[in-house]
T-cell receptor, first 111, second 117 residues
Framework: DGGITQSPKYLFRKEGQNVTLSCEQN?????MYWYRQDPGQGLRLIYYSQIVNDFQKGDIAEGYSVSREKKESFPLTVTSAQKNPTAFYLCASSEVLYGYTFGSGTRLTVV | AQSVTQLDSHVSVSEGTPVLLRCNYSSSYSPSLFWYVQHPNKGLQLLLKYTSAATLVKGINGFEAEFKKSETSFHLTKPSAHMSDAAEYFCVVSDQGYGGSQGNLIFGKGTKLSVKP
């Protein structure tokens, strides 16, 4: 079945550490996205990529980095510069004719 | 710029009674509008979408929404709530795409629906 796989489901990070969240899709979608979700805030766009080897900052990109070396993969690195990283992170992909598909999310907690 | 306002952060209904989740949007052109549902610690599932065709949109699980341009609203309704409908619901507008690509999604802050037995 086609879909988006996010891993891990739960992730714990010590303060000052970088961590990388994985997002893989087998839908052959061109565009991929990373959103951050906080209680009562809805989803806010971190980064997006419309094609391989290209990506753009979203509304809250500070403290995050991404890469898009392959069409199927769009990993997100939460760097030590992100002062409040505890949140639920959702990856999505889209194609004009088919709309958006979301992964099941990664919950990141700073310990 | 596009924006979305969900008028209620929390709605509580009894099982078998109607559901109304309110959403107003702001857009400088004819928007694409969506409703998504999210169960705890899960991803988002598309309930329905409006893309300038029929103004009354039917979605999955008995939900529907009506696009009212004069009121800039896109309220979500269901005639009879079920316990399994308890979840968080997001009203979403798509901003203008460029170069033929799909626009980015702009999310409301969500409405948590509780269903009492």
């Amino acid at each position: 079945d086609g879909g988006i796989t996010q891993s891990p489901k739960y992730l714990f990070r010590k303060e000052g550490q970088n961590v990388t969240l994985s997002c893989e899709q087998n839908l052959n979608h061109d565009a991929m996205y990373w959103y951050r979700q906080d209680p009562g805030q809805g989803l806010r766009l971190i980064y997006y990529s419309q094609i391989v080897n290209d990506f753009q900052k979203g509304d809250i990109a500070e403290g995050y980095s991404v890469s898009r070396e392959k069409k199927e993969s769009f990993p997100l690195t939460v760097t030590s510069a992100q002062k409040n990283p505890t949140a639920f992170y959702l990856c999505a992909s889209s194609e004009v004719l088919y709309g958006y598909t979301f992964g099941s999310g990664t919950r990141l907690t700073v310990v | 710029a596009q924006s979305v306002t969900q008028l209620d952060s929390h709605v509580s209904v009894s099982e078998g009674t109607p559901v109304l989740l309110r959403c107003n949007y702001s857009s400088s052109y004819s928007p694409s509008l969506f409703w998504y549902v999210q169960h705890p610690n899960k991803g988002l599932q598309l309930l329905l979408k409006y893309t300038s065709a029929a103004t009354l949109v039917k979605g999955i699980n008995g939900f529907e929404a009506e696009f009212k341009k004069s009121e800039t609203s896109f309220h979500l309704t269901k005639p009879s709530a079920h316990m399994s409908d308890a979840a968080e619901y997001f009203c979403v507008v798509s901003d203008q795409g460029y170069g033929g690509s799909q626009g980015n999604l702009i999310f409301g802050k969500g409405t948590k629906l509780s269903v009492k037995p």
